[in-house]
């Protein structure tokens, strides 16, 4: 769900660079519902058009999934992997639908419970989001690059507003740690043969960040095979 996605989403990996460019693949499929949340496009769940899937009643039109897949399929190109293998299309066809519908799932657990979004946490993202940019009009023509205005914007900071908080409140995250052998395994599993990734002493916080993540994700996956498991979905893709 995520990411995740991306927003949170690693770069190739050089000398002093941030993330592993064999972990590109692995962080875009099992990108967190935290992150992926903050993508959710302008049409909103159960919008007009025909469905890709259904949700306790609740539609995933065509019309979302087409604009997930498109952003997802760019990440992936960006990252300088290619998109156009049987494969990767098929594990993008695959994420989007998950993290359509586990959003789905979250947001109608979130309305169940009476969770409202912060709105002083979402003015504050919103405000960071936009100071990020030389002036509004920069800030403005980013977003319509995006396929969002200022105000579709604001609804999608809302909506993941609402997915942290529902998680929070379900998920204990703050025991997840790294281990050092789990941080020496997954950097060796990286950096085997490949000698342009930077030292672990230069890159030990995206590992254990790495690591930390993969642990959450399981965490979230499983609440939101509890929540299928209670619920009716069916995907007609």
């Given at each position: 769900?995520?990411?995740?996605?991306?927003?949170?989403?690693?770069?190739?990996?050089?000398?002093?660079?941030?993330?592993?460019?064999?972990?590109?693949?692995?962080?875009?499929?099992?990108?967190?519902?935290?992150?992926?949340?903050?993508f959710?496009?302008?049409?909103?769940?159960?919008?007009?058009?025909?469905?890709?899937?259904?949700?306790?009643?609740?539609?995933?039109?065509?019309?979302?999934y087409?604009?997930?897949?498109?952003?997802?399929?760019?990440?992936?190109?960006?990252?300088?992997?290619?998109?156009?293998?049987?494969?990767?299309?098929?594990?993008?066809?695959?994420?989007?639908?998950?993290?359509?519908?586990s959003?789905?799932?979250?947001?109608?657990?979130?309305?169940?419970?009476?969770?409202?979004?912060?709105?002083?946490?979402?003015?504050a993202?919103?405000?960071?989001s936009?100071?990020?940019?030389?002036?509004?009009?920069a800030?403005?023509?980013?977003?319509?690059?995006?396929?969002?205005?200022?105000?579709?914007?604001?609804?999608?900071?809302?909506?993941?507003?609402?997915?942290?908080?529902?998680?929070?409140?379900?998920?204990?995250?703050?025991?997840?740690?790294?281990?050092?052998?789990?941080?020496?395994?997954?950097?060796?599993?990286?950096?085997?043969?490949?000698?342009?990734?930077?030292?672990?002493?230069?890159?030990?916080?995206?590992?254990?960040?790495?690591?930390?993540?993969?642990?959450?994700?399981?965490?979230?996956?499983?609440?939101?095979?509890?929540?299928?498991?209670?619920g009716?979905?069916?995907?007609?893709?």
């Amino acid at each position: 769900m995520g990411e995740e996605t991306t927003n949170q989403e690693g770069g190739a990996a050089k000398r002093g660079g941030l993330s592993f460019a064999k972990l590109i693949i692995f962080i875009v499929i099992v990108a967190a519902i935290i992150v992926v949340g903050y993508f959710v496009m302008n049409g909103g769940i159960g919008g007009q058009g025909a469905a890709v899937a259904m949700v306790n009643g609740s539609k995933i039109t065509r019309s979302e999934y087409d604009v997930r897949y498109a952003r997802l399929e760019n990440t992936v190109t960006a990252q300088g992997q290619s998109a156009t293998s049987t494969e990767i299309q098929l594990a993008i066809k695959e994420q989007v639908l998950n993290d359509l519908i586990s959003e789905t799932l979250v947001l109608q657990a979130a309305e169940k419970e009476g969770i409202k979004a912060d709105s002083v946490a979402v003015d504050a993202a919103f405000t960071q989001s936009k100071a990020g940019f030389p002036d509004a009009t920069a800030f403005e023509a980013e977003l319509k690059k995006q396929g969002f205005t200022e105000s579709t914007f604001k609804e999608t900071i809302e909506r993941n507003n609402l997915i942290q908080q529902y998680l929070k409140a379900h998920i204990d995250i703050s025991s997840i740690t790294a281990s050092e052998a789990e941080v020496k395994d997954l950097y060796e599993q990286v950096s085997a043969g490949d000698d342009t990734v930077p030292p672990l002493s230069e890159v030990r916080a995206q590992v254990e960040n790495q690591i930390i993540s993969q642990k959450q994700q399981v965490l979230i996956t499983n609440h939101i095979n509890e929540l299928k498991a209670a619920g009716t979905v069916e995907t007609l893709i």
